[in-house]
Structures are given as structure tokens and as C-alpha cells.
């Protein structure tokens, strides 16, 4: 990943990334015993993933390389639209 970050012209985000991957996926599994949280974390991975597919976009790279980001967006984000249409 430290390549693929240089080669966005990103290294300085590379930490502030992995920090919130590692929050978000342990605020998912948290918030599966408190709502909020769920929602809060889930919205936040899909808002990651976005900007992930955009820096994706952006430097050009082939859609095999963008689908993974376009996929985790689209899941976080029906996770969190779910369970807030269950409230």
C-alpha cells in the first residue's frame, strides 16, 4: 500500500487511512450491540471508499483496480441506509 499511496501522491495520508479503516471496522463490530455507532461507522467506511474510488478515478487506474473501493461503498452505504429505514 505505501507504493500505492506515493503513486496518488498521497503518502501523507497513508496512516490517517489505515487509522480509520482499523476504527471504522472496530466501530462495525461494535455497533452491531449499539446502533448508532453502526450507523456512524458504516457511513464513514462508504465516505472512505468513495474517496478511495475517486483518487482511483482520478489517477486513471483500470475498473478492475476501482471495483473493490466502488464495492465496499456500495455495501457500507446499504448497511447504514438499512438500519436506518429500520428505525
Known amino acids: 500500500m505505501r507504493d500505492e499511496f506515493e503513486r496518488f501522491g ?3 495520508y497513508r496512516l490517517l487511512t489505515g487509522i480509520l479503516e482499523i476504527l471504522g471496522a472496530l466501530g462495525t463490530l461494535i455497533g452491531l450491540f449499539w446502533t448508532p455507532l ?3 461507522s458504516t457511513l464513514g467506511l462508504g465516505t472512505l471508499m468513495f474517496l478511495g474510488l475517486v ?3 482520478r489517477v486513471r487506474d483500470p475498473i478492475v483496480q ?3 473501493a ?3 461503498m ?5 448497511l447504514a441506509g438499512a438500519t ?3 428505525l
Not at 74 to 78: A, D, F, G, P
Open 10 to 12: 498521497m503518502s501523507k
Open 38 to 40: 453502526f450507523i456512524f
Open 55 to 57: 483518487t482511483r478515478v
Open 66 to 68: 476501482t471495483l473493490p
Open 70 to 72: 466502488f464495492s465496499l
Open 74 to 78: 456500495v455495501l457500507n452505504y446499504t
Open 84 to 86: 436506518i429505514s429500520i
